[in-house]
């Protein structure tokens, strides 16, 4: 049988749907087809941003009255926040200091433990476990805040009073351990990922030297995810300073800073618990009512300065990886 025979009785070694050549209207029509479809996903991109961008003008906008009639040293650095009295005061430091020693105090909880899950999940437990107990742990990002709130208000709030003798219950305290709570998802998913992302040879050259599991994680493991696990803290304080609900309900708003700064029984009040509280009772065009914009600017500003930290640390991570 000669090759011409073959090829007729076998057909063609591949066949495909798609034509050899394609015509000028066909080849005019995918041209077309792609650069629509490019385009339409680059507004869609666009429009997120702009979206921000616009949040931002208005939000700025709006306070410029305020940041042209008071003395912008005054705002950072004053401690008086009356904005109803007969001379109002918008002293923004206690509220500034109130919403940074919250945020702290849930980290100093959140952050040992996240990082102590991260690493069960990652290296201790099996990989059958780790998918059951990780879609568990990022189930607690879905709760709403204002179902935490309750919970601090109606059982945290008097075991407090009973058991610590505290003269009230919602306080720094109480507030810290519910943002600690809602911060460890976020801590956790990321540091996981971070350290699962090192791979095995890591760990197997750790091994062949002779360490244990317990030197390799923390002498090899940790310290080579340390980026990674500095993001997840950084997004984990942004999710801490960025929340409204729980620390209006349980912090107790008391515009003040305390002292010694290490007692935790004491009341605070933060920047997103004061614009959410005060907003609705400003009037429209009134001095206090751009004072709670110029609060919000503040606090896009922090959120900002905290993402691009965060960026800059997932960056360094993902290049060490590509490194390694």
Known sequence: MDNKDLTL?????????????????????????????????????????????????????????????????????????????????????????????????????????????????????SWKIRNVVKPIVEILAAIPSVAYGFFAVLVLAPWMQKHFGFSTGTNALNAALILAVMALPTIISVAEDAISALGRELREASYGLGATRMETILKVVLPAA?????????????????????VWMASGNATQIP??????????????????GEMGEAPEGSSHRSALFAVGVLLLIMTFVLNIVSEYFLSRAKKNLGRS
Not at 27 to 42: E, K, Q, Y
Not at 226 to 246: P, Q
């Open 9 to 125: 009785t076998l057909g063609p070694a591949a066949e495909f749907n798609r034509p050899l050549v394609l015509t000028p209207g066909q080849d005019l029509f995918g041209f077309i087809l792609n650069h629509v479809g490019r385009a339409l996903l680059f507004l869609i991109t666009c429009s997120s941003v702009l979206a921000v961008l616009l949040i931002l003008f208005f939000v700025i906008v709006r306070s410029v009255p305020f940041l042209t009639d008071y003395s912008i040293a005054d705002f950072l650095a004053g401690k008086a926040w009356h904005p109803t009295s007969d001379t109002p005061a918008f002293g923004g430091l206690t509220i500034i200091v109130g919403s940074l020693y919250v945020s702290l105090a849930a980290l100093v909880f959140a952050v040992p433990l996240g990082i102590m899950a991260a690493v069960f999940l990652s290296d201790i437990v």
């Open 226 to 246: 340390h980026s990674g696990i500095i993001a997840a803290v950084v997004l984990g304080m942004m999710r801490a300073i960025g929340e409204t609900m729980v």
């Open 259 to 276: 002292h010694p700064w290490w007692d935790l029984s004491q009341s605070i009040r933060t920047m997103t618990a004061t614009i959410a």
